[in-house]
């Protein structure tokens, strides 16, 4: 190897912060695992980051080997609690599913955690986080479908089981309100408003238990955005201030307009019914955004969808009890009193029908509904002879 090439080798090392000492050995491998590595010293100051960690955190090398750990993670970050756990035991972690939010994030990361003492300079730890958002995704997405198919078979059940003899019922009270005393009355009526009531809901499981193939065409999602928005602000969320930023090149989404007026008018609705009855304050950002990075594998294929327009509402209400986080998307679950727990469940297929993925991150004052859609390819006729002429 030439000087020069020797020379041009040496600055290119020197991007990524060198490790010290022994430990130089085994930079070359550090740097080029794919997942984002920390080696940590007994100070909790960072002496070395790879590339990918230098993406994760959205920080270069340099800064990161100039701070210490508890700089770069938020206050109470569990991250903090394995590397003392580390470095006080001298043994290896694994922990699944921690949370790790910097003030550059918009929001938390989900990743897996591999730690442990370096064996050539035990005094340093090395620490690897694995993402898990995209891979807890594609679960929730499995999830929802399972889910649908139990409350779909559910459904049919029920359809035939429940709805015929409560025609019955309810036939039966009507029949016998006209000779009863104004007391007993009320109670025929009674019946029969339960009667519905639960017929209804029959109705509303039924819903999953369609499998037809929806109709699709080019949607510009600006134009749901806008029709459930101007529903809100006449009706549910009269009293909420609404904040659009809108990526206005954001290309037509391939789906059914009325599945996605559905789909976001019951997010917009939640989020309204998050924040209550706030006389002031009370705030829902409507967001879409271009991510061309997010790609799906399906399940026994090779295939991967990209996934690449991200429709977003967030609320600054109570957010979501953490008991409920996982399953948000399961059918009957509910914070409400009178709610039956269909409505997300409900959203979860139709997204999952238009080969899309819903997520949600919560906590007190800011909760996020974050849909991901495929777009459509080919540009729809009125808007290619719009554009032509």
């Known amino acids: 190897m030439s000087s020069k090439s020797a020379s041009i080798r040496q ?7 060198p490790l010290p000492g022994p430990i130089v050995d085994c930079e070359d491998l550090l740097s080029a695992l794919p997942h984002p590595i920390l080696v940590i010293n007994n100070d909790q100051s ?34 903090l609690g394995l590397i003392e756990q580390v470095q006080a035991t001298g043994a290896t972690v694994n922990e699944y599913g921690i949370e790790v939010a910097t003030p550059r994030f918009s929001g938390a990361k989900l990743v897996d955690v591999y730690g442990g003492p370096l064996p050539e300079e035990p005094r ?5 986080l694995q993402q898990r958002s995209m891979a807890q995704m ?6 929802h479908r399972a889910a649908a198919r139990s409350v779909s078979g559910m459904a049919g059940v029920l359809a035939h089981e429940i709805k015929n003899p409560l025609s019955g019922i309810r036939g039966a009270a009507q029949l016998l309100e006209p000779g009863l005393s104004d007391d007993d009355r009320a109670l025929t009526q009674l019946i029969c408003s339960e009667t519905d009531r639960i017929r209804h809901l029959v109705d509303r499981m039924e819903v999953f238990g369609d499998e037809r193939p929806i109709s699709k065409d080019a949607v510009n999602i600006h134009d749901v955005l806008n029709h459930v928005r101007r529903i809100a602000e006449h009706g549910f969320g009269r009293s909420v201030r609404y904040v659009e930023d809108y990526d ?37 950002i409507l967001t879409t955004a271009f991510r061309p990075g997010v790609r799906l594998s399906l399940p026994g294929s090779d295939t991967r969808v990209s996934l690449p327009l991200m429709i977003q509402i967030e609320d600054n209400g109570c957010g979501i009890p953490e008991h409920l986080k996982p399953h948000l998307f399961d059918p009957f679950v509910t914070t ?9 469940a409900l959203v979860a297929k139709i997204i999952a029908d238009h080969g899309g993925i819903i997520e949600c991150e919560s906590e007190p004052k800011r909760t996020v509904f974050r849909v991901l859609l495929p777009m459509q390819r080919t540009r729809p006729a009125a808007v290619q002879t719009t554009r032509e002429t």
């Open 248 to 284: 206005p090149s954001l290309p037509y989404v391939l789906g059914n307009r009325d599945k996605l007026v559905q789909v976001f008018l019951n997010l917009l609705k939640n989020a309204a019914e998050a924040i209550g009855e706030k006389t002031d304050g009370g705030r829902i």
């Open 138 to 143: 594609i679960e929730r997405q499995l999830t």
């Open 11 to 17: 600055s290119e090392r020197a991007a990524v912060a």
């Open 46 to 79: 960072i002496v070395f980051a790879n590339s990918a960690a230098e993406s994760f955190f959205s920080m270069s090398a340099t800064t990161l080997t100039r701070s210490r750990i508890s700089e770069i993670v938020a206050f109470g970050c569990p991250l």
């Open 336 to 344: 409400k009193v009178s709610g039956s727990g269909l409505g997300l």
């Open 124 to 128: 340093n730890m090395f620490l690897m």
